[in-house]
C-alpha cells in the first residue's frame, strides 16, 4: 500500500464519504474504489455472506486496474479465503496458486496477482462477509497492509451497521413513537386513577385512554352481575341503534371473555354475528370488537368493550399498554372496596349482608367471604358465599364466636389481632393469613383482610374480607425451621413472592434478594420476534431454577424479571450466585442465521434483614439492579454499595418536583464550554443543567446528597407527562437569572439549555418561547436550544420545523449526544443547526483510538462543510484537549474543564478561572 505522508488525510476522506453515503451499494463501491486507487491494489472487492445460500458469498462491489469480479459473483467459503475469514472472525493472508483449492485463488492467478488479505465484515457481534484485497504478482503484503485493511474493514463495519440498523429500525421507530404515545396515556391515567372518587369516574377515565391509544368509534364497560351485564357506553362516535343498558348473560361474547378471563380480539362482527350485543354494532357499521376483563381478587369485575369500523391490529406494545390499563382499572376498583371512605355499616348490612354495590360485586364474582363481627367477637352478618365455604348455614354461623372458625391452638393469637383493631381508630386495617376450619373439620388457609368500621354501639364493628388460599402449609417465621420443608412450586409468580416475603424470612438469620433482569430484551423482541425472547426467557429459567439452592425461591415476576428470595444466606451468598448467573447468561447464544443473540443480565442484591419490610428490600434490589444497568449492564450491583442507588419509585420522584416546582426546589447549575486551546482554554458559554434541591424532608435518606441531578428525576418526568412544565420552568428561570444580571450576560458567547422530546413536539410550546424570550436585555442568539440525536431522529420532520422556528425566534440551535447513534449523520444537512455537540463516547480514550479520532475528523470536516461550530463533551484530560485542539473541535466542557455549579452564583461572583499550569500538571 502506498506509504505517503497524506494517508491519514485521505483516511479521513474515506471516513467522512462513508459517513455521507445514503445507501449499501454506494458504501460498497465507494470502499472498493478507494481500496483499489489509494492501496495500489490489483483488485479489492466485497462479498457478503448470500441471502439464500449460507455455504457461499456474493460479491457486491469490485474494483482495480487488473479487472474487477462481475457483480454477484458468487464464492464458495469452503477452503476459501474469504469463508476462512468469515468463520474464524479474523484477517486471512495467503499466496494464490493453481494447485490450491480456493476458488477465488484460481480466478486471482489467472489475472497475475498472487498475494492476498481477507478481512471479516461484522454487523454487530456477527461476521456477515468479508473485504478482499489482492496484489500483482511480484508484490509483497507488508504490516502495514494488513493494518491499513482492518482500518478499513472497521469503517466499513461501522457504515453497514448504521444502514441494517436503519432498515431495520424503521418499523421499530414508528413502534417507538407508539410506545411513548400509550405510555404517556397509561401514566396519565395512573395518576388519575389514584385520586378518582367513584367507580363510575375510573371507568370514564379509562373508557378516554382506551378511545385515545386504539383507533376505537366505540367503547363501553359492562359490569358482571348473577346472570345479567349492566353496560355503560363510555365514548359513542357512532351511536348504536337502542343500545342495551342491561344485557342477559347467557350465550353473550361477554360471558366468553368473562369465562376465559382473558382479553379477546373479534375482527368481523359483521359477517354472521355469533353473539347478541355483536348485532347491533354490526348494524352501525362497526366491523373489530376488543374485549378486555378487569380482574379484582381473582374475578372479572368489569368489562371494557371497544369497536371499531375498521379491523384492529394490535401489536404486543399495545397489548401491553391494554393490559396495564386494565390492571391499573382493578387496582384503583379494589383500593375502593377497602378504603376508610367506603366504610360498610352495620345498618347498610341489615339491609344487604354484601355491602355496597362494589362489595358485593367483588364478592359474588370471586373467591371471597364476608364477615361482620361485633366488638364481643360474635358474628353479625354474613355473606352467602361465606356461609358455603364454612359449611355452616346463616341461622348456626351469626352470633357464633368469630374464634370458632379457627384450630384451638391459634385462637388465642387470633382474637388478640382482632381486639387490637377493636380499640384502633376507624377505617385502620389488619392483613394476615391463617388456617381457618370449616364444618367438617377440615384447615384452609385463608388471607384475611380486617377493616375497623365506623359504627354505633352494639353493631357490627369490623369487616373481614377473607380469600381461600388452598390447603398449603406456608413457611414459619420460627428461627430454626426449615423452609424446605413447606417448598411452593419450583417457580412462583409474583403473588406468590409475596407470600413469601411476609411469611419466610428465618427470624435472626440474614436473608438475601436478588433481582435478575436480561439485557436488551425489547430490542431482541423487536428485531427476532417474541418466540426468540420466550426462548432466551425460558433457557435462562432453567438455568435459575438448577442453580438455586435447595432453600432458596425462585419466582418469575414480570416479563424478563426474575427474583431469588435466599432464606438464612447474606449479601456475600447472593453477590456469588449472581456472578455465577450473569457469567453463566454470557455461555446462552439462542437464534439462527441473521438473528443470533449472546445474552447478557444485569442483577441486583439487597439484604432484606436490613431493610425495614419485605417489600422495601424488592425495591432496594430492583434498583440496584437498574443501577447495574445504569453502568453499563451485564454486572452485579449490590443495594447500598458504590453506584446501587436509592429505591424510589417514579411517582415518589414525581410528588417531589411537583413540590419543587411550587416551593423554589429546582435550581440551574452551569457548566463551562471552554474553548479547546491548551494554552489558554477560554470560558466562552454555559450549559445550563437542571438539579433538584432541599425538597426530601423525612425522606432525605433515600438519596445521596442534597443535590440530586436531572438523570434521576427527568425519567420519571416525562413518563407521567410533567416534563413540559419542567422545561417551561427552565426557560422563565434562564431568563430571569440573564435579565437580572446583563454584564455577567454580555460576557457569555453562548448560554445552552435541553428540550425534551415531548416540548419539541408540543404545538403551544414556540408560543411560550415567544412570550418568554421578550424580556428586555436578552439578546437571543446568545441562548442555544439543544435536543438530542434521538429526539430528532424519531421526529425528524417535527424536530426539523420546531428548529427553524427556534432559528426565526433569533436563537441558536444544537444537536445533542451526537454519535452515539450514528443514525442521523446524513441528515445533518437537512436541519438548521448552528451547533453540533459531539457525544463523549467518542471522547473517552480518544488518544489511544484512533479510529474514534478519524471518525472525529470527518464529523469535524462534514460540520465545517455545513457552518457549524463543534463543542466535545466529557472532556477530562490535559490529553484529551490537546488531541481536540489538533482534530479542529471548536469548544469543550467536561469535568476537566469545570464542573457545574449553582448559576446564581456564577453570575454573583463570576466565571471560575481555570489555570493553564494546573490543567497541564
Known amino acids: 500500500m502506498s506509504g505517503d505522508s497524506n494517508r491519514d488525510a485521505d483516511l479521513a476522506g474515506l471516513v467522512q464519504g462513508a459517513l455521507l453515503a445514503e445507501s449499501e451499494q454506494e458504501l460498497f463501491q465507494l470502499i472498493a474504489d478507494w481500496l483499489a486507487e489509494q492501496a495500489d491494489a490489483g483488485r479489492a472487492s466485497i462479498a457478503l455472506i448470500a441471502e439464500d445460500d449460507p455455504n457461499s458469498a456474493e460479491v ?149 385512554a382506551l378511545a385515545s391509544i386504539m383507533p376505537v368509534d366505540r367503547v363501553s364497560v359492562a359490569l358482571p352481575r348473577s346472570d345479567y351485564f349492566d353496560v355503560i357506553v363510555l365514548v359513542d362516535k357512532v351511536p348504536v341503534t337502542s343500545p342495551p343498558e342491561r344485557l342477559a348473560a347467557p350465550g353473550t361474547a361477554m360471558s366468553f371473555v368473562v369465562a376465559h378471563r382473558e382479553m379477546k380480539v373479534w375482527q368481523d362482527v359483521r359477517g354472521k354475528p355469533a353473539y347478541p350485543e355483536h348485532r347491533a354494532l354490526a348494524e352501525a357499521g362497526m366491523h373489530a370488537v376488543v374485549s378486555m376483563p378487569v380482574m379484582v381478587s381473582g374475578a372479572v369485575a368489569a368489562l371494557f368493550d371497544t369497536a371499531c369500523a375498521n379491523r384492529v391490529e394490535l401489536g404486543p406494545d399495545t397489548r401491553q399498554a391494554l393490559r396495564a390499563l386494565t390492571d391499573l382499572t382493578g ?124 359504627s354505633a354501639p352494639g353493631e357490627a364493628v369490623m369487616l373481614i374480607v377473607a380469600q381461600d388460599v388452598g390447603p398449603v402449609r406456608l413457611p414459619s417465621r420460627r428461627a430454626g425451621e426449615s423452609v424446605v420443608e413447606a417448598r411452593l412450586p419450583e417457580v412462583i409468580d409474583r403473588r406468590e413472592l409475596d407470600r413469601w416475603l411476609a411469611v419466610a424470612i428465618p427470624v435472626g438469620a440474614p436473608t438475601s434478594l436478588c433481582f435478575v433482569d436480561v439485557d436488551h430484551m425489547r430490542l431482541i423482541n423487536e428485531i427476532s420476534g417474541r418466540q426468540v425472547g420466550d426462548a432466551i426467557l425460558g433457557r435462562l429459567l432453567g438455568f435459575l431454577a438448577a442453580a438455586i439452592g435447595t432453600e432458596d425461591v425462585l419466582a418469575r415476576l414480570d416479563g424478563d424479571d426474575f427474583a431469588i428470595l435466599m432464606p438464612g444466606r447474606g449479601v456475600a451468598a447472593a453477590f456469588d450466585l449472581a456472578e455465577r448467573v450473569r457469567a453463566a447468561a454470557r455461555d446462552l447464544v439462542v437464534g439462527s442465521g441473521e438473528n443470533v443473540h449472546r445474552i447478557s443480565v444485569s442483577v441486583g442484591v439487597a439484604a432484606l434483614d436490613d431493610s425495614p419490610d419485605p417489600e422495601t428490600g424488592l425495591r432496594d434490589a430492583e434498583a440496584a439492579c437498574y443501577a447495574a444497568k445504569a453502568a453499563g449492564r451485564d454486572r452485579v450491583a449490590v443495594s447500598g454499595g458504590p453506584g446501587s442507588g436509592p429505591s424510589i419509585s417514579d411517582a415518589r420522584w414525581v410528588e417531589w418536583v411537583r413540590w419543587a416546582l411550587d416551593h423554589d426546589g429546582l435550581q440551574l447549575f452551569g457548566q463551562p464550554i471552554r474553548r479547546t486551546d491548551p494554552a489558554a482554554p477560554q470560558l466562552v458559554g454555559l450549559e445550563l443543567l437542571l438539579r433538584l434541591v432541599n425538597v426530601f424532608g423525612s425522606d432525605r435518606s433515600q438519596v445521596e446528597g442534597d443535590v440530586v441531578p436531572a438523570g434521576r428525576f ?27 444580571h446583563p454584564d455577567r450576560y454580555a460576557e457569555l458567547s453562548m448560554v445552552s439549555v ?28 446568545k441562548i442555544v436550544f439543544e435536543v438530542t440525536e434521538t429526539t430528532a431522529m424519531m421526529n425528524f420532520s417535527t424536530a426539523g420545523r420546531f428548529l427553524r422556528a427556534v432559528n426565526e425566534l433569533g436563537c441558536s440551535c444544537a ?63 490535559p490529553d484529551e484537549l490537546d488531541t481536540l485542539a489538533r482534530i479542529g473541535v471548536d469548544f469543550a466542557q467536561g469535568f476537566g ?25
Open 60 to 208: 457486491l462491489a469490485s474494483a482495480g486496474p487488473s479487472g474487477r469480479w462481475p457483480i454477484g459473483f458468487r464464492v464458495k467459503l469452503d477452503n476459501s479465503g474469504v469463508g476462512r475469514a468469515i468463520d474464524t472472525g479474523q484477517v486471512q493472508t495467503w499466496t494464490a496458486s493453481r494447485d490450491r483449492l480456493e476458488v477465488e485463488g484460481v480466478s486471482l492467478a489467472d489475472a497475475g496477482m498472487r498475494e492476498l488479505i481477507n478481512a471479516p465484515l461484522w454487523d454487530g457481534a456477527r461476521v456477515i462477509g468479508s473485504l478482499n484485497y489482492a496484489k500483482r504478482d511480484g508484490d509483497t503484503i507488508t504490516a502495514q497492509d494488513v493494518g491499513r485493511l482492518t482500518e478499513v474493514a472497521a469503517i466499513l463495519s461501522l457504515n453497514l451497521g448504521r444502514f441494517r440498523l436503519l432498515s431495520r429500525g424503521r418499523e421499530a421507530v414508528a413502534r417507538e413513537r407508539r410506545l411513548q404515545t400509550q405510555t404517556r396515556e397509561v401514566g396519565r391515567t395512573g395518576l388519575a386513577l389514584s385520586t378518582a372518587g367513584s367507580p363510575q369516574e375510573v371507568y370514564e377515565t379509562v373508557g378516554r
Open 331 to 454: 387496582a384503583a376498583l379494589e383500593r375502593m372496596a377497602m378504603r376508610p371512605n367506603s366504610t360498610v355499616t352495620a345498618g347498610q348490612f341489615g339491609n344487604n349482608p354484601l355491602g355496597d354495590h362494589l362489595l358485593r360485586e367483588v364478592v359474588e364474582e370471586s373467591s371471597l367471604l364476608m364477615l361482620a363481627v361485633r366488638a364481643d367477637g360474635t358474628i353479625a352478618e354474613s355473606s352467602r358465599f361465606a356461609e358455603q365455604q364454612i359449611g355452616r348455614d346463616a341461622g348456626s354461623l351469626r352470633e357464633a364466636p368469630i374464634t370458632s372458625l379457627y384450630p384451638t391452638a391459634d385462637r388465642p393469637e387470633r382474637w388478640r389481632r382482632m381486639a387490637a383493631l377493636v380499640a384502633a381508630e376507624p377505617g385502620q386495617v389488619d392483613v394476615w393469613e391463617a388456617p381457618m376450619v370449616d364444618a367438617a373439620g377440615r384447615q384452609r388457609l385463608v388471607r384475611h383482610t380486617v377493616r375497623r368500621l365506623d
Open 714 to 740: 427527568i425519567p420519571a418526568c416525562e413518563r407521567f407527562g410533567l416534563i413540559e412544565v419542567v422545561d417551561r420552568w427552565v426557560v422563565r428561570e434562564l431568563v430571569s437569572s440573564l435579565a437580572a
Open 754 to 781: 435541553n428540550l425534551s422530546a415531548c416540548s419539541v413536539q408540543s404545538p403551544d410550546f414556540l408560543d411560550f418561547l415567544l412570550d418568554a424570550l421578550s424580556v428586555p436585555g436578552i439578546e437571543r442568539s
Open 815 to 877: 444537536l445533542d449526544d451526537f454519535g452515539s447513534g450514528f443514525a442521523s449523520f446524513s441528515y445533518l444537512r437537512k436541519l438548521p443547526l448552528d451547533l453540533l455537540k459531539i457525544d463523549g463516547s467518542l471522547i473517552v480514550d480518544l488518544r489511544d483510538c484512533p479510529a474514534n479520532q478519524h471518525i472525529l475528523a470527518a464529523i469535524i470536516q462534514v460540520a465545517r462543510a455545513l457552518g457549524m461550530q463543534t463543542v466535545a463533551e466529557c472532556v477530562d484530560s
Open 897 to 921: 474543564l469545570g464542573v457545574p455549579e449553582p448559576l446564581p452564583r456564577l453570575l454573583a461572583h463570576g466565571w471560575p478561572v481555570l489555570d493553564s499550569t494546573v490543567l497541564r500538571s
